[in-house]
């Protein structure tokens, strides 16, 4: 692995981390703006070209999934 797929997937695990976060954040605290904020923030940046630059991960899938796992 190269040292740009080492960044890429640090910058993708960092986004997952923070979503789940906020995520869980919101569960507890539906009306919490700031985990609303983050969450909203990071499906744009899922969504965004920077995304598919960086993974040919399903932005949607990758969402989805991670709310299954949160309700759990």
Known sequence: MDAFEKLANAIILQAVKDYRFALKRLAKYPRNDSARY???EIERFFHSGYFTTLTS????MLIKK???EVVR
Do not use: N, Q, S, V
């Not at 991960?57 to 949607?60: K, Q, Y």
């Open 38 to 40: 983050t969450k909203r």
């Open 57 to 60: 991960l399903d932005p949607d």
């Open 66 to 68: 991670l709310h299954e």
